[in-house]
């Protein structure tokens, strides 16, 4: 056990010490793509996404008037008719694992990660969709003082092991487990967005590291959804560089969340190049996590993932429809390699 636990250690540090950046190309594409970004005459602030974020989702998310209040409509359409054909661009089919039960006798740890959207976090259809899913950890994102109030008093007999901190309008985060917290550290985020939260939980695949993030939304400082779509990439890759900083490397690790971004974005390739990946393509190629309703049409992308690392083995994961937010809650079942 102790060669293989060296063995292992050996070959976490190895793939974190690769922290090469991708340079002047990447910064390159971020002018590009500010061009794009400054023909909007709008700004954006963090409290700003908050508010928009709310309006979209709360109340009826699918009528006209609440989304002419957040922008105008010409400029959601357009948004979403070019979210929807990236998203058919980058999504293609491949083989895809089948999910393997579990036997009894292995121990395995079922994860699931949940955007609650802070404007409708309270709403009994996310602590129903909490509650169903029957996750052995369960990490939250965009929680409130409210959110913790009502998750502990619904959820306490189910997840005796539980932290919430709000922050700056939509940055709260919130871990509920079934077994034994054992470490956690809040880490700020360098570009100014959402913060992240590591854990370690004891249970039954012993220690096992967990990573809460939601990383910088896809809009420019200017106010461009368009434009941050394409330019803000590098900077949630920055965002992982500096959460990894914080991170243990001698015991398996899963990074779950809402990136803002799908698979092929720049922080879950950052993550891929070190030997990290997210589980949800391996099981369901179309699956999309977030949805947004406007007049004509419903768009949805691939934002939340659970990304898992060396020494974890995954045996299914899924996309449940169900919840009152704008996400979707994604789960996945592990054991140890």
């Known amino acids: 056990m102790t060669a293989l636990r060296a063995g292992f250690t050996a070959t976490m540090r190895s793939m974190w010490a690769s922290t090469t950046s991708r340079?002047?190309?990447?910064?390159?594409?971020?002018?590009?793509?500010?061009?794009?970004a400054d023909t909007s005459n709008s700004s954006v602030t963090q409290e700003d996404y908050g508010v928009r974020h709310t309006r979209v989702t709360g109340g009826n998310p699918g009528t006209a008037s609440c989304v002419s209040r957040i922008v105008r409509r010409h400029r959601a359409l357009a948004f979403g008719?070019?979210?929807?054909?990236?998203?058919?661009?980058?999504?293609?089919?491949?083989?895809?694992?089948i999910p393997e039960p579990v036997a009894e006798h292995m121990p395995r740890l079922r994860v699931m990660t949940f955007n609650v959207n802070f404007g409708v976090s309270t709403d009994p259809?996310?602590?129903?969709?909490?509650?169903?899913?029957?996750?052995?950890?369960?990490?939250?994102?965009?929680?409130?003082?409210?959110?913790?109030?009502?998750?502990r008093r619904e959820l306490a007999d189910a997840y005796p092991h539980m932290r919430f901190r709000e922050c700056c309008r939509a940055g709260g985060l919130a871990i509920l487990s079934r077994h034994p917290i054992v470490e956690d550290?809040?880490?700020?985020?360098?570009?100014?967005?959402?913060?992240?939260?590591?854990?370690?939980v004891d249970g039954p695949l012993g220690e096992v590291q967990l990573l809460d993030v939601h990383l910088r939304p896809p809009v420019s400082d200017s106010g461009s959804w368009?434009?941050?779509?394409?330019s803000t990439g590098p900077f949630r890759e920055d965002e992982i560089t500096t959460f990894f900083g914080q991170m243990r490397d001698d015991i398996p690790t899963i990074v779950a969340g809402d990136f803002n971004e799908n698979e092929r974005g720049d922080a879950l390739g950052w993550l891929a190049e070190r030997g990290f990946t997210s589980v949800l393509p391996e099981y369901v190629d179309h699956a999309m996590t977030w949805h947004w309703n406007?007049?004509?049409?419903?768009?949805?992308?691939?934002?939340?993932?659970?990304?898992?690392?060396?020494?974890?083995?995954?045996?299914?994961?899924?996309?449940?429809?169900?919840?009152?937010?704008?996400?979707?809650?994604?789960v996945a079942s592990f054991t140890l390699e």
């Open 23 to 36: 340079g002047e190309a990447r910064r390159s594409r971020i002018q590009r793509a500010n061009v794009i």
């Open 185 to 200: 550290e809040w880490i700020p985020s360098e570009v100014g967005w959402f913060p992240a939260w590591r854990f370690v």
């Open 125 to 151: 259809h996310n602590l129903a969709a909490v509650r169903d899913a029957d996750a052995d950890v369960v990490l939250l994102q965009e929680t409130t003082d409210e959110t913790e109030a009502v998750f």
């Open 294 to 330: 406007l007049p004509f049409t419903t768009i949805r992308a691939r934002l939340d993932h659970i990304v898992y690392g060396p020494g974890l083995r995954p045996h299914a994961a899924e996309v449940i429809e169900a919840g009152r937010s704008d996400h979707f809650p994604v």
């Open 226 to 230: 368009i434009g941050g779509y394409l």
């Open 81 to 97: 008719l070019f979210v929807a054909a990236v998203a058919q661009l980058t999504h293609c089919g491949g083989i895809l694992r």
